[in-house]
């Protein structure tokens, strides 16, 4: 099948600049001239959340967030939730377990259960525990999702955004109303000094409403939050499946590679490969606050939106070298991140970028994490995942992003 | 943490000159009509404890080593 597809512009990005260039989309990521573009249309969700502010207010709240992913926190999140709720998922699984101990699953939805947990709880939502909760959680995430990337959809997007603020008002009553009670409480219990520092909750809403603003509005926690859970979960999930497809097929072209499936630094880079290669969604946009003439002398007009396309500048033969569209885990990328622009540039870049990969890069001062990429894929192999020859995954049909809808697997080691 | 000597250092090829350490610390970093950050005290003393990991957290890219 094919696992490497060109991106097709989404009529939302046509008519305007397009930059495919790793050198033109570095400059306009990096550039103080321009903001952000993208989520106009998604502002009920998004609006006025890290993502959508630029410069001296961004600086202030990601300075605030900042330490959610600290070392400390970050060893904290793997150890004490990461791994234990993946053993927790894959132990779940076992209801599908037919006679002969194999399990049926399908990838994409074991995956949204295993990281719809640690995004609750790097959020801050509580009660995301039992199977059904679980499931009912993980669809709130996604339809959220929908509503928070409508720009993509293909369906009718005034549709979209009253639908979904309909889910939300649900999943405010059903987990977010309640999650945020228990905090105020605790933290009006902490100023009173009947509860110590350590005892807060270590989670983004904690911290905004220990940190609370005035000149934030009252729902502004819930868009935060929602960035959160859908910046998080969404992302990883789109992730693996296709690191574990470009797994599979490496395997089969190099079966003396096989072994190290429980090799964490080849899954590392394998991660590392399949998020190049496959962005989380078609392009980042920015607007520009002037008139800028960008180095190749194409001038941009103030507030011109233009589309950074970071699926063609992260396969540019002139960075990543002549085989860029292929997946190659034993790549070398001294000048550049192994991903690219996975994880965007510029003051907008992921901040949760050391969950997904770990304290693994060449600046992270330290190893002892290795990210939900590598955890995740190693637990897989160990639970002796199979791709299922004659049911093969298939992509979305729901939207322009390059993720996969429906991907089956066996589990033979449960 | 604590007899650890710093060797405090912005990583050029990541560093997307966002200014954001120079807002923690302009002791530590500059960058002065520069594309990326530059460190002023390649050695701070524990004192810039904080800072330096307030800042290394704290830069989008994560470019900063210490
Ligand atoms: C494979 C996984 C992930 C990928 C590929 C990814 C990618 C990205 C990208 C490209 C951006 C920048 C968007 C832009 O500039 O317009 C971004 C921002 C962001 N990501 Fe991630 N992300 C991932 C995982 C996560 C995780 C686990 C979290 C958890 C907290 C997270 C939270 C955020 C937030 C809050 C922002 C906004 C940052 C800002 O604007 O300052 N992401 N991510
Ligand atoms: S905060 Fe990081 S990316 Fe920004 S200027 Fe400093 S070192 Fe560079």
């Known amino acids: 099948m094919e696992t490497i597809r060109d991106l097709v512009p989404p009529p939302h990005i046509q008519g305007i600049k397009h930059f495919v260039d790793y050198a033109l989309v570095d400059e306009i990521l990096k550039s103080k001239d321009f903001r952000q573009g993208s989520h106009q249309e998604s502002q009920p969700f998004f609006g006025d959340s890290l993502l959508t502010i630029d410069h001296d207010v961004h600086f202030e709240r990601r300075r605030l967030q900042a330490p959610l992913f600290r070392k400390e926190a970050l060893e904290y999140y793997e150890r004490e939730e990461l791994l234990p709720l993946i053993d927790k998922a894959l132990e779940e699984s076992k209801t599908n377990m037919d006679e002969d101990g194999v399990v049926r699953a399908d990838l994409c939805a074991l995956i949204r259960t295993m990281l719809a947990r640690i995004s609750a709880v790097t959020t801050g939502i509580d009660g995301v525990d039992t199977p059904e909760r679980t499931d009912a959680f993980r669809t709130y995430i996604e339809q959220l999702g929908t509503g928070a990337t409508v720009e993509w959809s293909v369906e009718d997007h005034d549709d979209v955004i009253k639908r979904i603020l309909e889910v939300r008002a649900e999943f405010v009553k059903e987990f977010y109303g309640p999650s945020v009670e228990r905090r105020i409480k605790i933290i009006d219990k902490f100023k009173d000094g009947e509860v110590e520092e350590e005892e807060l909750p270590k989670d983004l809403l904690t911290l905004m409403y220990l940190h609370w603003n005035d000149n934030w509005d009252e729902e502004l926690p819930l868009r935060e939050a929602t960035l959160y859970l859908v910046a998080s979960s969404q992302t990883t999930t789109h992730a693996l499946p296709h690191m574990m497809i470009h797994l599979h097929e490496w395997f089969q072209e190099h079966p003396e590679d096989y072994e190290k499936r429980f090799d964490r630094d080849f899954l590392k880079q394998a991660g590392h490969e399949a998020i190049r290669l496959h962005l989380p969604s078609p392009a980042l946009l920015r607007i520009a606050l002037k008139d800028v003439t960008l180095s190749d002398g194409t001038n941009i007009a103030e507030g011109e939106r233009v589309a950074c396309l970071f699926t063609p500048a992260n396969r540019d033969k002139s960075v990543f070298g002549d085989d860029a569209r292929s997946f190659n885990p034993y790549r070398e990328t001294p000048n550049v991140k192994p991903w690219g622009f996975a994880f965007g540039g510029g003051e907008h870049t992921c901040i949760g970028r050391t969950l997904v990969t770990g304290l693994s890069a060449r600046t992270d001062n330290d190893e002892g994490t290795d990210g939900t990429l590598v955890n995740i894929a190693l637990a897989l192999y160990k639970a002796g995942i199979e791709i299922d020859p004659s049911d093969l995954p298939t992509y979305t049909e729901l939207s322009f992003h390059d993720s996969y809808g429906r991907f089956p697997i066996l589990l033979t080691n449960v | ?66």
């Open chain 2, 1 to 66: 943490m604590k007899d650890k000597e710093f060797h405090l250092k912005v990583d050029n090829e990541i560093c997307q000159g966002t200014g954001y350490c120079v807002r923690i610390s302009s002791d530590l970093f500059s960058i002065n009509g520069r594309e990326t950050a530059q460190v002023l005290i390649p050695h701070p003393s524990h004192n810039y404890q904080e800072d330096i990991l307030e800042a290394s957290t704290l830069c989008p890219t994560r470019a900063i080593t210490y």
